[in-house]
T-cell receptor, first 110, second 114 residues
């Protein structure tokens, strides 16, 4: 069955430190993976998707099929990165119907 | 262009009461979704509608019903609320069938059942 695991509930770092939010998945086939972010008092929004191979707000994520991981990384964290981050992949049958991980709260301290 | 609009923002119910959460989108999306968000569990799909006129169960449909009223609107109904349904509910919409089309979320409805 499809599953998304985010092992850390909270990740606390200081400004300027590197950040890695972990995401592991189980999926039969080639998955499309996403990172969504929810800033305080804002709606959940797409941060990036692996197929685009883009860097958004300094964040990147590489799909590692061997380790079934899609970790989110940023070399130098900023205070405005503090938010709730969710990793997601589609249910079988369509890109839009997503399974979300439990989420990781990133707290960046000055 | 308001995106996805949910009403109400907050609601308190007593056990056994019923209510309907409303959701509307103005992006001409064909698919719409209801998720609930609980601490430590992330977002779980309750019901979805791939297109106008169709609805299907998600991961946690028990205790809920939905109506896809038209292309724009997708409502979630709790017929007899239970404390276990205390949660934050999110509506989302997307363009089903379009590669890499992201989901667009509403601001959420915080529901407390006492």
């Amino acid at each position: 069955a499809q599953r998304v695991t985010q092992p850390e509930k909270l990740l606390s770092v200081f400004k300027g430190a590197p950040v890695e939010l972990k995401c592991n998945y189980s999926y039969s086939g080639s998955p499309e993976l996403f990172w969504y972010v929810q800033y305080s008092r804002q709606r959940l929004q797409l941060l990036l998707r692996h197929i685009s191979r883009e860097s958004i707000k300094g964040f990147t994520a590489d799909l590692n099929k061997g380790e079934t991981s899609f970790h989110l990384k940023k070399p130098f964290a900023q205070e405005e990165d503090s938010a709730m981050y969710y990793c997601a992949l589609p249910f079988s049958g369509g890109y839009n119907k997503l399974i979300f991980g439990a989420g990781t709260r990133l707290a960046v301290h000055p | 262009n308001a995106g996805v609009t949910q009403t109400p923002k907050f609601q308190v119910l007593k056990t056994g009461q019923s209510m309907t959460l409303q959701c509307a989108q103005d992006m001409n999306h064909n698919s719409m979704y209801w998720y609930r968000q609980d601490p430590g569990m992330g977002l779980r799909l309750i019901y979805y509608s791939a297109s106008e006129g169709t609805t299907d169960k998600g991961e946690v449909p028990n205790g809920y019903n939905v109506s896809r009223l038209n292309k724009r609107e997708f409502s979630l109904r709790l017929e007899s609320a239970a404390p276990s349904q205390t949660s934050v509910y999110f509506c989302a919409s997307g363009l089903q069938g379009a590669d890499n089309s992201p989901l667009h979320f509403g601001n959420g409805t915080r529901l407390t059942v006492t």
